[in-house]
């Protein structure tokens, strides 16, 4: 199917556009797209865990204001910027030197489906966990973070019906803001965040009440009047409300689960290990939407349960009935690490596939020689 995206974002298309239109002229014609895409992916996965590195459990910016090292945020935002280029010069790029394939649409759309959360992430180590007096609490984090990659599955649960990718107005804002927000703590320091703005209410809240404005007044119903005008053009791909609604229910099944499980956890996992479950959160979306995108773009029916609920469940059932006991934390690292290794592997051979399918590689605009 021909790719067809739509982008309405007066941010992107006055401001961001021409910087973009400026910067993909440097970029050599030898270089494949894929290779742009991989390596603004791989500047996110650096810094996050860099962070990581300084602020495992999101307590330095609270507790101990200079345990990050200020050239960590000035790089973040960097990284940030750098990856926000990439990520929006590769399919520019890719018309350029005529090597647009579904394979790098996928490889796009399903390394930004994991991008998203580990952005999110790494920002909650600039505003801090809940501490009593600053800081933000890590089921506020939970929430932040489901809304976020709701309006991610939103975008593709839309296309899926439509067949045309709207992007989403909170991307260019996202991107710019985070920037910011970096360039920000790094010049003025992580007390920046600590101190009330306005009326005793924090950056933080701020933030958190965009976010929330945007996706449900802005990008859902944005997304539901897409598919309504679709409908009445009789342009929709699906006949049924049934077909229409299939993608949505392993990623609310998921969401359900994973509640269930910070809700319902003895040891309170959320609050004991923030990093490793949101990461896992982060992992388990990805995996869940790369098929929808998948099922997308090949027009097939996706399947009613993504089989990544079936072990999660019975985590879940384990950790909620007391069965884990202390156990709990361990289990989860572990459970994280195969969840990591599983979506690796799935990225691997679905790429692999494709490009032997269609006759490319996948970082190289050299054609495959024919066996």
């Known amino acids: 199917s021909q790719y067809s995206a739509v982008d309405t ?55 101990s204001p200079g345990l990050v090292p200020t050239w960590v945020w000035l790089f973040s935002a960097f990284t940030t910027f750098c990856a926000y280029a990439l990520d929006s ?12 394939t579904p394979l790098g649409e996928l490889f796009d759309h399903g390394l930004d489906s994991w991008a998203t959360s580990i952005f999110v992430l790494s920002f909650f180590s600039v505003c801090s966990r809940d501490n009593g007096k600053t800081g933000v609490s890590v089921y506020t984090m939970y929430i932040y973070l489901s809304i976020v990659l709701f309006n991610f599955m939103c975008s593709h649960w839309e296309k899926y019906n439509t067949g045309v990718l709207f992007l989403p107005w909170g991307y260019d804002i996202s991107q710019v803001v985070l920037i910011a927000a970096y360039l920000l703590t790094g010049t003025v320091g992580v007390e920046v965040w600590q101190k009330p ?28 009047y897409n598919i309504h005008r679709a409908h009445l053009k009789k342009t929709l791909k699906n006949d049924s409300l049934y077909e229409g609604l299939l993608p949505l229910v392993s990623p609310l099944l998921l969401f ?28 388990a979306f990805s995996n869940v939407i790369c098929k929808v995108i998948i099922c997308q773009m090949s027009s097939t029916r996706p399947e009613l349960f993504h089989w990544f609920l079936f072990p999660l469940a019975l985590v879940v059932y384990a950790a909620i009935s007391g069965l884990l006991g202390p156990m709990e934390e361990a289990v989860l690292a572990v459970f994280t690490t195969l969840v990591t290794a599983a979506h690796v592997h799935y990225g691997v051979c679905v790429g692999r596939q494709l490009s032997e399918h269609l006759n490319i590689y996948i970082f190289s605009l050299k054609k495959r020689t024919q066996e």
């Open 9 to 63: 974002n007066p941010l992107s298309v006055y401001i961001m556009q021409p910087i973009w239109n400026k910067i993909i002229k440097i970029v050599p014609l030898w270089i494949a797209p894929n290779l742009l895409t991989f390596s603004g992916f791989v500047m996110i996965l650096f810094n996050y865990f860099l962070i990581s590195f300084y602020d495992w459990d999101y307590t330095a910016s609270g507790t």
């Open 89 to 100: 010069i590769d399919g520019k790029h890719a018309r350029r030197t005529h090597s647009s």
């Open 197 to 224: 703005l306005l009326f005793g209410y924090y950056i933080t809240d701020a933030l958190v009440i965009l976010l929330i404005g945007f996706s449900l007044f802005l990008s859902f119903p944005q997304t539901l």
């Open 256 to 283: 359900i689960l994973l509640t269930v499980w910070v809700v319902l956890s003895p040891s309170n996992i959320l609050a004991k290990q923030p990093r490793l479950f949101l990461w896992m959160v982060g992992v």
